[in-house]
């Protein structure tokens, strides 16, 4: 903190959010879910589609039992599995995108929870998906930042500031900048705490989506409800699981804490981001 004002060091400090970051598992590492495979369905559970475009595709698992009890902060269940999916392009060569701001592209993308002791069996792929490689993950606590820009931080250091000078507080300088990237400059695979956006924060995409493009950016409404949404999870394009999510991008699933409070995951809002 060396780059910051005792004080401001300590606001900082208390924006920061313990969060679980997934790595690729060697050894004998503790494995806690999976990139790629195939997933474990219940019988009276359908393969997650597109109308009109086609079934998604599997891109992860993660045993919620095998996380770190210590963290995340977001009121995950503490078992039963969560299982990730997305409409990646396989079946049009990319012709429709899932995107935040297209409702009618919601529904490609998909978070299913399986509830500890629920009988399940490993379900085929639909024809024409060819599921990506398997890669185990294991699992550690990390403090997460959140971006310099995001409204949260502009609260804490320029609260009274208007929106054309939301850059012009400690935190934004280019030392500061510049030794977060080294703290924090991979964004990887992650479950709760803050996301590691691309670009803008993808809190504020999920805010305008939810709010219809109808805010503009200065518009308190678009902060306050951009405050609503927790990190669900991020997974990083991969080599490893031969996953690239655009140009070497992300993908990003948040949720209200309401929602992941009482198991409403079909709630949950999907949105990617590239560099």
């Not at 903190?1 to 004080?7: D, E, K, N, R, T």
């Not at 609260?159 to 400059?185: I, T, W």
């Not at 939810?210 to 409800?225: A, C, H, I, K, T």
Request: charged content about 20%; overall charge negative; some cysteine.
């Amino acid at each position: 903190m060396q780059h910051l004002s005792p004080g401001d060091a300590g606001k900082w400090l208390g924006l920061l959010r313990p969060g679980v970051r997934l790595q690729v598992a060697t050894g004998p590492d503790a494995v806690v879910g999976r990139l790629g495979g195939l997933p474990g369905l219940a019988a009276a559970t359908e393969w997650p589609v597109w109308e009109g475009n086609g079934p998604l595709s599997f891109v992860a698992s993660i045993d919620c039992a095998r996380l770190p009890t210590s963290a995340p902060d977001i009121g995950l269940p503490t078992a039963g599995t969560l299982l990730f999916f997305y409409f990646d392009g396989q079946l049009d060569d990319g012709d429709a995108l899932v995107l935040a701001e297209d409702r009618e592209s919601w529904a490609g993308a998909r978070v299913l929870y399986v509830a500890a002791g629920e009988e399940v069996a490993e379900r085929e792929a639909p024809a024409g998906l060819t599921p990506y490689p398997v890669v185990t993950l294991t699992a550690r606590t990390e403090m997460t930042a959140t971006e310099p820009w995001h409204p949260s931080v502009r609260a804490a250091f320029a609260p009274d500031a208007p929106m054309r000078n939301r850059y012009d507080h400690p935190v934004c300088s280019q030392k500061f900048l510049d030794a977060l990237g080294e703290f924090d400059g991979e964004v990887g695979h992650r479950i709760g705490g803050h996301p590691h956006s691309i670009q803008n924060p993808v809190e504020i995409e999920i805010a305008e989506a939810v709010l219809d493009g109808q805010v503009p950016w200065d518009d308190p409404r678009l902060s306050q409800e951009a405050g609503g949404w927790v990190l669900l999870a991020q997974f990083d394009s991969e080599d490893a699981a031969d996953m690239m999510w655009g140009d070497a991008g992300a993908l990003y699933w948040l949720i209200r804490p309401e929602d992941l409070a009482e198991r409403r995951f079909e709630r949950a809002m999907f949105t990617w981001q590239c560099g």
